[in-house]
């Protein structure tokens, strides 16, 4: 970076290696030795946010080897207020591997000629993006200096410049057409992808729906949101050679369906916006915020280990389906001023379910048929049997467990219920073995004695 003329680039450059060298990730060591010898020779951009930027959050137990990291990446241009493309990636570190768990990421172009007409037409009402028009020119010299300026004097060489461009057929570069995208993926599937164009954008600036004082009155009177997706988890298939001739494939399948029911309130005191507030109370003093939601989840996953005959197919498969109902509704109360918080948590009225997970183990055999139709056309099919594996040879009945907690304490009760098949008949823990039959766990929670309405929790 030592000859680097960009500033946007060699802040990028610099802090993708400086977040590198600081990593502590096993995936990161080689790398990280590296990074760091490089950045003596690096010359620093310690510049402001409005410039791209690499950062890395991290936190490892060095006796577990796991660790969780988030890495945040944007790219900016000088002429625009706001980034040109975002990500964001949780990746996890456990038991010598490093997965990508969740990462999500936003690209715009042609946003800052929206931001330009909100600011020209909307003068003399404010909107959000004046704010952040006004702080990146008065903190951004790079944005001051740059062509687009009216303020910038011509130079000699801008002077002979504009002579040739008059002498020759050269068009200059057009605005970007604004457009967004947006995606998110789990475990490097990506789960949605969402594309906004032009037209929805030029909406809003026409509307505009993104005024300062309607986000307030928004937040006071309260937004709702639903979201429902559905997702392919894992589709894997893999064969397995054996001496025999015969060989082993072994499958999984899974797929997840969520639902989210989201609503709120919030209210910031004096006000949301830096700019709205009094000369005299710049600082907020209080926040107060309510969330109402209801989460669903609901997966389910099929292992199979099946040997081919070529004329029949023999395995054993795991059917598992988990289902779970998350409500989580309360109260946040912070005033900054006295330096108070509190949460406020709502207990539930009536019994719910929180988890249910359900296990079925199978013998299976499938086996090619044909048949012939009264027109002598000849239909081929696959004759499937199933057998559940019951383990009533093992023990009569199955081992089963009941816990609870909170029902005298807190007021709300807890539950968590199984049943499964064990092959000790006096263990008490209930311990799972998958081969041996099927299994059900339940987590519930109901109110206790003496219920309780809230329960606070001060700082």
Same mark, same amino acid.
């Given at each position: ?7 946007? $680039? ?51 137990? *060095? ?14 241009? &000088? ?23 969740? *990462? ?18 909307? @003068? ?8 952040? &028009? ?11 200096? +740059? ?19 008059? @002498? ?63 997702? $392919? !988890? ?15 494939? !072994?499958?999984?399948? #899974? ?29 907020? #003093?209080?926040?107060?915020? +309510? ?51 509190? !949460? ?23 086996? &090619?048929? +044909? ?11 696959? $004759? ?42 006096? *263990? ?12 059900? $766990? ?18």
């Amino acid at each position: 970076t030592q000859r680097e003329t960009s500033n946007q $680039l060699g802040r990028f450059v610099y802090t993708h290696m400086k977040s590198l060298a600081e990593s502590r990730m096993p995936r990161d060591r080689k790398i990280s030795k590296a990074c760091q010898k490089a950045l003596r020779l690096c010359r620093p951009f310690d510049l402001g946010i409005q410039y791209s930027q690499s950062s890395k959050f991290q936190a490892f137990d *060095e006796s577990l080897e796991m660790g969780a990291s988030v890495d945040i990446q944007t790219v900016s241009d &000088k002429r625009s207020v706001l980034p040109r493309a975002a990500t964001a990636k949780l990746s996890y570190q456990a038991l010598g591997r490093s997965i990508n768990f969740l *990462e999500a990421g936003v690209r715009a172009t042609g946003v800052q000629t929206i931001i330009d007409s909100v600011y020209r037409q909307n @003068k003399n009402r404010k909107s959000v993006f004046d704010n952040l &028009k006004k702080k990146s020119q008065h903190s951004s010299q790079e944005y001051r200096d +740059s062509p687009r300026s009216e303020s910038r004097q011509r130079t000699p060489q801008d002077i002979e410049a504009e002579k040739i461009q008059s @002498k020759l057929n050269i068009k200059t570069r057009s605005e970007e057409d604004p457009s967004a995208q947006i995606y998110l993926k789990i475990f490097g599937n990506e789960v949605t992808f969402q594309h906004i164009d032009s037209t929805l954008l030029k909406q809003i600036v026409r509307d505009d729906s993104l005024a300062i004082p309607d986000i307030e009155q928004q937040l006071r009177e309260g937004l709702e949101t639903k979201m429902t997706k559905a997702a $392919l !988890l894992a589709d894997a298939y893999e064969g397995i050679p054996t001496s025999l001739g015969l060989p082993i494939y !072994l499958g999984v399948m #899974s797929v997840m369906l969520t639902k989210s029911e989201i609503g709120g309130k919030m209210t910031v005191s004096p006000g949301l916006f830096h700019e709205d507030r009094p000369s005299d109370q710049k600082d907020v #003093s209080a926040i107060e915020a +309510s969330l109402s939601s209801t989460h669903s989840i609901a997966m389910q996953t099929t292992g199979t280990v099946t040997i081919d005959c070529r004329v029949i197919k023999s395995g054993f498969e795991m059917d598992i389906s988990m289902n779970s109902v998350i409500p989580i509704s309360g109260k946040v109360t912070m005033d900054l001023k006295n330096r108070q918080h509190k !949460l406020i948590w709502e207990t539930p009225e009536k019994e719910s379910e929180l988890l249910r997970v359900k296990y079925r183990p199978v013998v299976f055999t499938e086996e &090619k048929t +044909s048949r012939k139709e009264s027109d002598s056309r000849q239909v081929r099919g696959t $004759l499937r049997k199933e057998i559940p594996i019951q383990g009533r040879k093992i023990q009569k009945s199955p081992t089963q467990m009941n816990l609870t907690y909170g029902r005298q304490a807190i007021g709300v009760e807890f539950q968590l219920e199984s049943s499964l098949i064990s092959r000790f008949n006096k *263990e008490k823990t209930a311990p799972f073995h998958p081969m041996c039959g099927p299994a059900d $766990l339940r987590l519930s929670v109901r109110p206790g004695e003496h219920r309780t309405k809230e329960v606070e929790i001060s700082v």
